[in-house]
């Protein structure tokens, strides 16, 4: 806490915790400018100032401050109008949340890095609440939706970018994965496209918990399986075919038209 002169900024009082906060003893502080030991950052003080000419007062402004070492913090200002001896006097408030901001910094950093990781890994993955809502996803899922990146998906449900049907399979499956508790693992299911094209997955969904244990949602990672159940689905046809022929070898003469991929035959 402190009380500086509002036209040039001269400490008249401090307490402790100002002695704390900047590292100045108080005795070394009184009589001093604010500007002179740079407490604040350039402008900051201006911003305050005009806060306090257009609405009388200053609540929660963050302000970067520097210490008497040189290095710097983030203070939280509230600052309040009085008069001593006729003179206009600004009693100023300061919370130092250097370490609540260096903490969200850190946090920015890791979900930075996580999103990084997932966009990274060559299968889609998303995460959802129990109302079906998007919480998150990576870039490939959300090219898949048909969006530009994750930040288009979350709040949306699968109604918002699916076909109604397939929307309601996928949310019968996240509704049982949840009510049960147990995951869903390497399934394959269809899913269309936002172009129309029609993909094979290998899905897998687990229920996603909180701290304590709760089911609060459902995580689902899925690949891509499209050209290797193209493979499949064009060996058992040919497969198919293959019977057919001896079937039909059994009933009489036959021969396959290569041109046709068929098989004729005669009794």
């Not at 508790?181 to 394959?188: A, D, M, P, V």
Request: proline content about 3%; charged content about 30%.
């Amino acid at each position: 806490i402190t009380i500086t002169r509002m036209a040039d900024g001269l400490i008249l009082e401090a307490n402790e915790g100002f002695e704390r906060m900047f590292g100045y003893p108080v005795s070394e502080a009184l009589g001093r400018f604010t500007t002179e030991l740079a407490l604040w950052a350039p402008g900051d003080r201006e911003k305050v100032l005009e806060l306090i000419r257009t609405r009388g007062r200053v609540r929660d402004f963050e302000g970067v401050f520097r210490r008497k070492d040189g290095s710097h913090g983030v203070g939280l200002v509230s600052m309040e109008t009085i008069s001593l001896q006729a003179t206009p006097c600004l009693v100023t408030i300061v919370h130092d949340i250097s370490e609540r901001k260096a903490a969200e910094a850190a946090l920015r950093a890791s979900q930075t890095m996580l999103q990084l990781v997932l966009d990274s890994i060559p299968v889609r993955v998303f995460w959802k609440n129990r109302e079906g809502q998007y919480l998150g996803c990576n870039q490939a899922f959300a090219a898949d939706a048909g969006r530009a990146g994750p930040g288009e998906i979350v709040g949306l449900n699968d109604f918002d970018i699916s076909p109604p049907e397939q929307a309601q399979r996928f949310r019968a499956d996240d509704v049982a994965v949840m009510d049960s508790g147990r995951e869903r693992l390497n399934f394959e299911e269809s899913l269309r496209k936002a172009d129309g094209t029609v993909s094979w997955l290998r899905t897998s969904k687990l229920p996603l918990r909180d701290a304590a244990g709760r089911v609060i949602g459902v995580l689902g990672v899925y690949e891509d399986i499209t050209s290797r159940k193209e493979v499949e689905l064009a060996l058992r046809d040919h497969e198919e075919k293959l019977r057919l022929a001896l079937d039909a070898a059994e009933m009489g003469t036959w021969e396959w038209n290569v041109a046709t991929d068929e098989v004729l035959w005669t009794d």
